[in-house]
Structures are given as C-alpha cells and as structure tokens.
C-alpha cells in the first residue's frame, strides 16, 4: 500500500492490528520485505508496519533527499498519516540510524526503540577506497551475491531470502545506492543522548558490518535506557538469517514497554 507522506509516496506492508503499533525500516538494500519472516510473527500480537525507504522497494525516488534526516521525515510522516499513538519503532542498520534520529526528536507515541545492527549515530572512518567500491556493490547480482557471502551475512540465507536481497539490492534506485556510502553513512546526526525512551540494541555476534564491540562502544554509552542483546552464530542480516529468534527478543522487549515494566536503572 502506498501512502503520501513528507511530499513523497511512500510504500508500507502492514499487517496485525490494534493500537499497539511497531514501525519497521530496513537496510541499505534492502525493502520492506526485509523484516516479512519477523512480522509475519509479531503481527499476531500487533499491528506491525515496514516502511520502503525512499529510492527502494516500491516508494517512490525523488531525484535528492537521501540524507538521514530526509529518512527520518519519511517515517515520521508515515506515523502521522497512520494516525499511531502507542508505538516501537525498529530499524536495521542504515535503518537503526534512521531510527536514532527519529527518536532523537522525541515524536508523540514513541514508547520505545529497537536498534538493530545499527549504523552509528556518528559518522564512520571509512577510506575513500572503501567508500567508492560500495558504490557499485549493487550493481550486478554478481556484485550482490558476493557482498551477501562475504560481508553481509555469518550464517547462510535460505534460496528465496538469498534471491530476495539481490532482487531488492539491485532494484534500488541509482540515488538511492549511492546517497548512503557517500552521505549519510558519513553523517554525524548529532546527540542522541535526547532519546527518552527505552532502548534495546541487538547484535550479531558474526556481523562483519556493525560489530558486536562496535554497538557497545560507539551506540550503548550514548543512549540514556538503553541496553544490549547479541544473537549467536549470525551476521548483519539477523532479520533474514534468524527471523525467529529476532522476533522473539524484540516480542520480550515491546511486551515490557507496552506494559510498563522496563527497568528504570539498566545494568550494563
């Protein structure tokens, strides 16, 4: 379904229902099918929405705008327009960037946040060399297909999830590709100490993109009630490599929120 928002049409995959809403943003590369295996459980329970970022899936790709803030104005217009007032929103890595922001901002009805594998909120230290070869890292399913053995994943994807990701990666629109090596992984969204809301990271102990010791160091210290999971034996795509055991760690986390029962102190 495609809904106006924040100037552009923006395509959601919603399912569930109730008042209690969880809002999904995906990868760079990735779609709103990225988190299917996770909602298609949590949706029993909630009314679970996944957002295409502009420039993938089916939204639509204005020709600029492809800044984190502009990610962010996106999902918060979705929000408004769906009219939510008690909702988690959760981001995956370019997506958990795009999540900090939002939440940053301290919207009404945001309860709480789940960051996965997120990208930091500061901006990376990434050598030029580096920066100029993910470019094309979406240019071919055999350019797809080696960043998803290589880099991507810790675990193997199954055949249709494996052709998902290179059917999504390459479908991107050419702004969409590059705007995130060459900009806004390189943004520094500013302080997301401001985050008011509880806040649950989770890490891949394979995850060659977002390490485990990365989050701890550069994510956890900065958000106020935030605390750390990491799922064994998975890489950076945990929403297509483990979607049941991710959606039962996020289930455990939105079930204390909603019912109010998040720790006040976190031990870390």
Do not use: C
């Amino acid at each position: 379904m495609k809904i106006a928002a924040n100037g552009i049409r923006i395509n959601i995959r919603e399912r569930g229902a109730g008042e209690r809403a969880l809002v999904f943003l995906h990868y760079w590369g990735g779609s709103s099918r990225t988190w299917n295996g996770v909602t298609s459980e949590l949706s029993k329970g909630y009314r679970t929405i996944a957002t295409d970022h502009r420039g993938w899936g089916e939204s639509e790709a204005p020709r600029d705008g492809y800044r984190i803030s502009d990610l962010a104005d996106d999902a918060h217009g979705v929000i408004e327009v769906l009219n939510l007032k008690s909702y988690v929103v959760i981001g995956h890595s370019m997506g958990g960037k795009t999540a900090q922001m939002l939440a940053a901002r301290r919207p009404d009805g945001l309860k709480g946040l789940v960051l996965v594998a997120p990208s930091p909120p500061s901006p990376l230290a990434i050598p030029d060399e580096q920066i100029e070869a993910m470019t094309h890292a979406y240019d071919s399913r055999e350019a797809v297909s080696f960043v998803v053995d290589n880099v991507l994943t810790g675990s193997p994807l199954t055949d249709a999830s494996r052709e998902q990701v290179i059917e999504d990666s390459i479908r991107g629109a050419p702004q969409s590709k590059i705007a995130w090596p060459r900009v806004a992984l390189r943004e520094d969204i500013g302080d997301v100490s401001t985050i008011n809301v509880p806040t649950l990271i989770i890490a891949g102990e394979l995850d060659k993109v977002d390490p485990p010791e990365v989050l701890k160091r550069e994510v956890l210290p900065r958000i106020p009630r935030a605390r750390t999971i990491t799922i064994p034996g998975v890489g950076h795509l945990s929403p297509l490599e483990a979607p049941s055991t991710l959606s039962n760690a996020i289930r455990a986390f939105v079930q204390e929120v909603f019912s109010g029962e998040v720790r006040q102190t976190v031990a870390r």
